[in-house]
């Protein structure tokens, strides 16, 4: 950091000052004194406005001009002004005198007036402090009365102390208050006025546990001690508005007047810092950035007459109490005031009667490297760093966030970041430094004592990523090396080398790790070894402990030597990459910043007092008395107030320094006219400074502009320039000659290319030694033509429009295109072609680079139309996939020719989405059959894959198909095989399946519901299958045929069915029962559930008729479940009879053991020994044979009661039966067995038999479907039938001869006849081919919204 004394304004009459503070915001300042003096001033605002916007009222280049804008004297006060406070988010000003007199000020019409006044006229008001958010003020008086009020003027609250009070501050978050006492104590109250505790003050303890730290000012000695005045002088806490620097870092600094300065963490902080001024402090003040400290105070001194003075001083400490810098003010009586910037640039100073304005030269964390800054900055909402790598060129930036950003550091390609034990995410591993045999190489991360050093490319992308021991107190950067050095120990790391890119791209192992380590591209170096190669590998070397009295103070490095310079003035100079001491210098400074030149022959030296020095580190320096002395003299030149120095690139004997706000450039030590500059140097080559405004940079870090970086030209390349322009190229060409350099000769280059001097560019081209530039200059000698030179030469200076519109003059529009062909602007070539500049070949050429152009750039709706009008279809059709407009696809896909081998690209490209179809179609248009089954399979479309396979004679499919299935039994995933089937269409084996599942879960009778439900999806694969396999609509070699013909497939279907139903697959019996009667298992767990749900809902009645119908499912149900239910039910509801029924059959169960056979005979026993078996009330025939012989009967599915002459609806899906009456009081939507919904309402008429046997056979069911309409078929009731089916594909086979032989006829099987002895489907089918030959009063019914789809009868 760099301070010196910039302005200075004296109070008119002498008055002396008392008070001082700058707004941080709007940047006026105010100062009270004696007599009622108060002012009003305003210099010129640095960095950014109060909206935010970059202030440009400033010079360019200038970070702090000192023009005074505003001097208005406020009158009101009458005693001395011992208090000025800023609100500046609110822009009110508020003061008091010694008389207790307090007045608020605000801005009107650009003057400041009074706003509120309050006079308590008891007290003195020893300080006054805003919160930080401006809304609340603290007043305190001498007396310990204390004053919170609002900012509209409102008193919040009063409270009067039991001490005299001295000063009071804020807590950060504005919760809290500390109020400082005359008696050096600190108290902490809450904002209600509560007394909370008071603070520890560290620094009044015994001066021997003091952690003390001093300054490097050489005025200091041992012998001057100062009194122990313990008074608090100030305190202040950082409010953190503006970000910390580190989550850690001190906020609360408590300054006494004996010089001590107590830095903490909070109000409590055990590990507080302290420092030791060695002066007698009068003001503490941090920064609005809370980054530095300032003390101010006074020392004494002696002058060389002996006599002994006081001097003003003010120094600057980092939060971690380290010293900066101090600045010496001038003033005897010491310093009365001190308040800083808001931007931190600029400290004001009241001494006396006059007011020191102080510039600062803030060391920034930055770095730049090519085109490349890096800089690190804060946010108040973050405790990391924000890390900003902006390109200066592109105006792009990339931001990271880090922990511990100790140093940036910039050069070649890289820069390197420092960071403080922790690694960020992201980082690679290290190839570096671990001593565990066991390793390999490898990097775990950073010790606890370690630190980071990442290596970052140009978008703060980490390349590699080092851990060192050494705490980094210096660090330098060459285009080869990293250079990190403590007080005394030196790292060098080779991160990169002539030959190879970066040292980390051959980092392969730990074998290869342990090589490049040995051959030293890692080193350690301690400045004390005295050895010929000093440096070792980083396995050997061994740091020591502790400081040492002359440690390292600077380092530097060019890319063949390594310069360390130490506190006492010795330079020592090693040589790179081979590391190995070459010579030592003996200086009288104390070096602070040091530079070598691009030759490394000159050293610049800019001491602790900001002088410049140059050490030639090449000159013999031979002693007066004849004796050969040491290399190196330190040369007769020196500049004072310098801060920042630079070496140019390409000439040793050029330099740039920085001396307070002036850039002067010297060339032999010669200076140059200076310029306004308060800009960082970041490099100096062809003749041309570049250099940062960092402090621009910095006041809006999330929005750099180009314009803070500012570009300097040499007095030489100016005049080159005015001499070209203004005289003519023979003087310029002798100018040069004499100030030979390749920038000028170039510049003399491109002047004569502009004039057409083509020999004056050619030699121009020869001393530069640019080989291109002579071959170009050869070619355009061979133009002939004067027009067309200068075309080339416009081209040649990139003014395109200008050189196309020489050729177009001169009517070569060929040669116009052939310049917009080698640019690559194809969208001038196609408006060149349109006008008659080339053939249509060239016009689809252009459309295709168009198409790319915008295809690389992601614009792919842009890039598929001009793909579409230069007909390229294939790139076309993957912008439409970018895009996913598949859409699209399909259009381009029609395009394409058949057999187009990019179909197959494509293909993959709808595979890759999961669009079958559309793959599938480009498989086939490619011809590739086998690719478009593949991606059935791989998509799990098994069905589509089934179907092309069997059109295209693939059998493997079935194969692949079954071992899938296969392997997903065998791993216990069997509703993922029968989903498997279902996608394949296999509706047999999913239902196959299906019901093998159900009857393991039914097994188990755990849960009856899923088994129902596994039952009823097994149905519904059953008649899924039944529906696609008599579905004449779908059959190919019925349309156009006869009826004979039709018959003759539809019996090759039914043949083909019956022999897949009998097919037992891999479920067993389960497989079998299903594909014989698909509803029964569901059935049976719907009544049994059902008479369940009515038992426990206290219907036993009604549950006993339902547990009555699961007689018949004794092959499903467990027999003792079934006849034990029915016996409770029946029992309950007083129905002995049938209770003693169920308990006979309960007794003539097979395989019960003794001990239940004796309890089932014990309780029937205990019923019917007091009761007779009798009914209350007369059952139907149907729940009597039911019971004893496991007839079925038909019962509604809603409440389990026979259907016997009620209405009753049927359901199109599992053709079972609801009572009319129970669906409307119910209110069902679905059918209650398989939940499908009702679409409409159908009845169905019935007669009940009384006889034995149930309904009488062949009795049909009409639905009449309207006058003149015909009869509608809608089902069969006779006892093979039962349950009755209302559409014909779930008809059994009997029925639906019926149906073809023309209703009524008797039905061939008269009832009762058991299921199992009906006629094989054989004896059917002969008796189909007899009735195939009659004519058929039926036809395929067309209105599928009327009768279903089923057969109706014609008129007639």
Known sequence: ???????????????????????????????????????????????????????????????????????????????????????????????????????????????????????????????????????????????????????????????????????????????????????????????????????????????????????????????????????????????????????????????????????????????????????????????????????????????????????????????????????????????????????????????????????????????????????????????????????????????????????????????????????????????????????????????????????????????????????????????????????????????????????????????????????????????????????????????????????????????????????????????????????????????????????????????????????????????????????????????????????????PDLFAVMEKTRMYVFRNFQPEEPCQSSGYLSNFSDLQIQAIMLDDVMASPENPDRDMVLDFETKSLKDARELITNVGLTEATAYIEQHAHPRLWRLLAEAALEALELQVAEKAFVNVGDYPGIQYVKRLSGLGERMKQRAEVAAYFQRFDEAEAILREIDRKDLANELRIRLGDWFRVVALVQTGGGDDKMLMKAWNKIGEYYADRFKWQKAATYFSQAKNLMKMIECYYRLDDYDGMEKGVELMSEGDPELMEVGRMFESVGLHKQAVRCFQKAGDVKAAIDTCVLLNYWEEAVKLAEAHGFSQIEGLLAKYAGHLLSKGDKLQAVELYRKADKATEAARLLAGIAEDVGKRQVDPLRAKKLHVLAALEVERYRKKALDLSTMSTTKGKSVAATTAATLDTLMTADAESRAGGGAGDAGRKVMDNAWRGAEAYHYFLLSHRQLYSGDVDAAMKTAIRCAEFEDILEPKDIYSLIALTAYHSSHLNICSRAFIKLETLPGLDEATSDAIQTLALDIFKDQAPRNPSHLPTCYITCLDTGQPYNACTITGRAVLDARTVGCKVCGHLMLEHELSVSNRKNCALCHSPIPGINFSIMEEEEEEGGFAGGDLAGVWGGEGRGVVVWGCFCSCCAPPLPFLPCFPLSCFLLLLAGSPLPCPFPPPLPRDTCPSFKELARELLVLSSRSFPWEVCDEDDECGGVFRREEG
């Open 1 to 651: 950091m760099f301070i010196y004394l910039s302005k200075k304004i004296a109070i008119p009459n002498q008055i002396k000052l008392h008070s001082l503070s700058w707004n941080p915001e709007q940047g006026w300042i105010a100062c009270g004194g004696e007599n009622g003096l108060l002012k009003v001033l305003k210099l010129d605002s640095t960095g950014t406005t109060v909206t935010g916007e970059l202030n440009t009222s400033k010079p360019r280049g200038v970070a702090a001009p000192s023009n005074l804008s505003m001097n208005q004297t406020l009158e009101g006060h009458n005693g001395g002004v011992m208090c000025v406070t800023w609100n500046a988010n609110y822009r009110k000003l508020t003061t008091s005198d010694e008389n207790g007199l307090i007045i608020v000020w605000m801005l009107h019409k650009g003057m400041w007036s009074e706003e509120m006044i309050n006079n308590r006229n008891k007290s003195v008001v020893r300080d006054m402090k805003w919160t930080a958010d401006g809304q609340k003020i603290c007043i305190i008086y001498e007396d310990g009365a204390v004053i919170v009020g609002s900012v509209e003027g409102t008193r919040l609250w009063g409270k009067d102390l039991d001490a005299h009070l001295r000063f009071v501050e804020w807590s950060p978050d504005s919760r809290n208050i500390v109020f400082v006492t005359k008696s050096n104590e600190i108290h902490m109250y809450d904002y209600h006025g509560n007394k909370i505790k008071p603070l520890p003050l560290y620094a009044l303890e015994n001066s021997k546990k003091q952690e003390s730290k001093k300054g490097d000012d050489d005025d200091w000695s041992d012998e001057d001690e100062q009194e122990e005045d313990t008074t608090i002088i100030g305190i202040h806490w950082y409010d953190g508005t503006e970000g910390h620097i580190d989550a850690d870092a001190p906020t609360l600094a408590v300054a006494f007047r004996n010089g001590k300065c107590q830095i903490g963490r909070g109000e409590e902080d055990p590990k507080a810092t302290l420092i030791d001024t060695r002066m007698t402090l009068t003001q503490c003040k941090w920064n609005a950035k809370g980054n530095v400290l300032a003390l101010a105070g006074s020392v004494k001194s002696k002058s060389r007459e002996g006599e002994e003075r006081q001097v003003s001083q003010v120094q600057f400490y980092s939060p971690m109490g380290v010293h900066i810098k101090t600045l010496k003010v001038p003033g005897a009586n010491g310093i009365s005031a001190m308040s800083w910037e808001g931007s931190g640039l600029r400290i004001a100073l009241a001494v006396d009667a006059y007011i020191y304005f102080a510039n600062i030269r803030p060391d920034y964390m930055w770095g730049a490297f090519g085109n490349t800054l890096v800089y690190a900055h804060n946010k108040p909402d973050r405790t990391d760093v924000c890390v900003t790598f902006w390109n200066m060129k592109s105006n792009e930036r990339y931001t990271k966030y880090l922990k511990g950003v100790k140093f940036i550091r910039g050069a070649g390609e890289n820069c390197l970041l420092v960071l403080s034990n922790s690694l960020p995410a992201g980082a690679p591993p290290s190839s570096m430094d671990d001593n565990d045999e066991n390793n390999n190489g490898e990097d775990s991360g950073p010790k606890p004592n370690q630190h980071t050093l990442m290596l970052c490319n140009s978008i703060g992308s980490p390349v590699d990523t080092k851990y060192i021991d050494i705490v980094p107190k210096f660090v330098e950067m060459t285009p080869f090396h990293v250079i990190v050095s403590d007080f005394r120990s030196v790292y060098i790391w080779q991160y990169r080398t002539n030959v190879s890119k970066l040292t980390s791209s051959d980092a392969g192992n730990g074998a290869t790790a342990m090589l490049r380590r040995n051959t030293g591209r890692e080193r350690m170096l301690d400045i004390e070894e005295v050895a010929a190669n000093p440096a070792q590998t980083i396995e050997n070397f061994k740091p020591k402990a502790g400081r040492i009295k002359d440690g390292i103070c600077a380092i530097t490095a060019s890319k063949k030597n390594l310069i360390v310079a130490r506190e006492s003035g010795t330079i020592h100079r090693y040589s790179l990459p081979h590391i190995s001491l070459e010579n030592k210098y003996a200086i009288r400074q104390r070096p602070a910043h040091i530079r070598l030149n691009c030759d490394s022959t000159k050293l610049s030296i800019i001491d602790n007092g900001s002088i410049l020095s140059v050490l030639d580190l090449d000159s013999n320096n031979d002693s007066s008395d004849g004796k050969e002395g040491t290399y190196g003299q330190l040369l007769q030149f020196e500049r004072k107030d310098a801060w920042d120095l630079q070496w140019a690139d390409d000439n």
